[in-house]
């Protein structure tokens, strides 16, 4: 399994505003993903963040909102730009496990709410 | 493209009652699937999972079977507490990168 950790665990922010955070693992992985929980509903993944290239955006999200930087295989940030109240979310980092049937492991989340 | 559908919630019951959260796929291939739960205020803890058809996943008294023929993976346990008040997501992986396709997820409110 894989132990991650976030920064900032929850924040209150102001529109306009951008906010980086962190996602840190125990363990060396290859992929890390980034996903958003709107209040009260699923998770939509944002991009996959592979080390040495850049992120892979999935549709409706866009590196300029978004951008996301993996300098080495242990570490990931996701920075929100520009910040409206339809960001609020949770921002979930994630981890596959190593086989092709594995699970994802996650994050506790990183609360936003933007006033 | 692949896809998960499970009941809406919330599913409201009485402490020892029996539960069933109905959870159905579509996907090309033979997916592994899975049931992750959310507690109030956490984040996402895998709950069980299956990765063949036939398969039972099983946990904390949950079990899960992977049904081919009826594309589906319905979450059951047969006697509830009010600790499994929570939220509940299927999921299927939809490729060998780690990418995952989630339900809506289901609230789960157990009652004393």
């Known amino acids: 399994s894989a132990v991650i950790s976030q920064k900032p665990s929850r924040d209150i922010c102001q529109r306009g505003t951008s906010l980086t955070i962190q996602c840190q693992v125990d363990s060396q992985v290859t992929m890390m993903f980034w996903y958003r929980q709107q209040p009260g509903q699923s998770l939509t993944l944002i991009a996959t963040a592979n080390q040495g290239s850049e992120a892979t955006y999935e549709s409706g999200f866009v590196i300029d909102k978004f951008p996301i930087s993996r300098p080495n295989l242990t570490f990931s940030t996701l920075t929100v730009s520009n910040m409206s109240p339809e960001d609020s979310s949770i921002y979930l980092c994630?981890?596959?496990?190593?086989?092709?049937?594995?699970?994802?492991?996650f994050g506790e989340g990183s609360r936003l709410t933007v006033l | 493209g692949d896809s998960v559908t499970q009941m809406e919630g919330p599913v409201t019951l009485s402490e020892e009652a029996f539960l069933t959260i109905n959870c159905t796929y579509t996907a090309t291939g033979y997916p592994s699937l899975f049931w992750y739960v959310q507690y109030p205020g956490e984040g996402l803890q895998l709950l069980l999972k299956a990765t063949k058809a036939d398969d039972k996943g099983s946990n904390k008294g949950f079990e899960a079977t992977y049904r081919k023929e009826t594309t589906s993976f319905h979450l059951e346990k047969g006697s509830v507490q009010v600790s499994d008040s929570a939220v509940y997501f299927c999921a299927l992986r939809t490729d060998s990168w780690g990418k995952f396709q989630f339900g809506a997820g289901t609230q789960v409110v157990v009652t004393p």
């Open positions: 994630s981890v596959g496990q190593g086989s092709n049937t594995g699970e994802l492991f």
